[in-house]
């Protein structure tokens, strides 16, 4: 099964394609950091209507704090236009907050990014290569696709012994 997974940024998205393989192992076969306007964006939804892939975007929460208004504002239109337009090409959209995926998949709501690149690093044995200031973003991505591809096969993610203990 293949899975295309976006974390909505208030002007970049990232973005994963992450494949489970027939060993039960996940793969990230491709990922990037591209602009919300641009057209990769929707060039990756087209290929997932294409294969009949489930897309999974992160859901943005609403926080209002000092200054974080506009930015939060900008990556919910993100989110929400990434959403329809995968439903209108006939996407199967599973919508997940931060908070409950890397709750999830790390053990800890509010994990950091070195944690979150650990534990994908620990469940996504083959990689591609990523530019260092495209890694969060992408592993962000992959970190949501691997939970939202664990749900929709009834999995539990089960986390390799040097990390969870």
Known sequence: MKLLALDPGSSKTGYAWVVLRPDGWTEIVAGAHAEN????????????????????????????????QIALLAAAKAEEGFVVTARALGCNVARITARDWRGELCRSK?????????????????????KADARPHVYDAAGLGILALGRANGAIIELPEKLSG
Do not use: K, W
């Open 37 to 68: 306007e641009g057209l990769d964006i929707p060039n990756q939804l087209r290929a997932a209507a294409a294969g009949a892939h489930l897309v999974a975007v992160e859901q943005i929460v609403m926080a209002f704090t000092r200054g974080s």
């Open 110 to 130: 509010t994990a950091s990014d070195a944690q979150i690149r650990l534990v994908v690093e620990a469940l996504c044995p083959v990689r591609p290569a990523l």
